[in-house]
């Protein structure tokens, strides 16, 4: 039989499984929006200022939309940190070893 310890850390476990995998859905959502269009987010967060009108639209009470706003925008800089650190590793300098190999070719 399992311990109150180990059940604990178990679940502790799956909820930080969770909350990456959702995560990285988040930014896959992200970067599909980016693949529609460069000003699909920004455009969306302007659609999103008027949260009366598109809770009416959509049947979504507006105190929900106005939560949208902090999200993407949460999301968006995590994106952009992340595409910032990837292209930060491609362009660091590599260093070559001197070989006879090397040598050749020079």
Known sequence: MAS???????????????????EQKALEAIQ???????D????FLLLINNSEALGALLGIRPA?????RNRVSKYLRKYYEKEE???GNLQK???FVNTS??????
Request: glycine share 4%; charged share 45%; net charge negative.
């Open 64 to 68: 929900n939309i106005h939560e949208w």
């Open 93 to 95: 300098k590599k260093k």
């Open 85 to 87: 650190r990837d292209v």
């Open 40 to 43: 699909f987010w920004r455009d």
């Open 101 to 106: 190999d090397y040598k050749d070719f020079m």
């Open 32 to 38: 599909s929006g980016l693949n529609l269009d460069e």
């Open 4 to 22: 109150f310890g180990s059940l604990f850390e178990n679940m502790d476990y799956q909820k930080k499984l969770r909350k990456e995998q959702d």
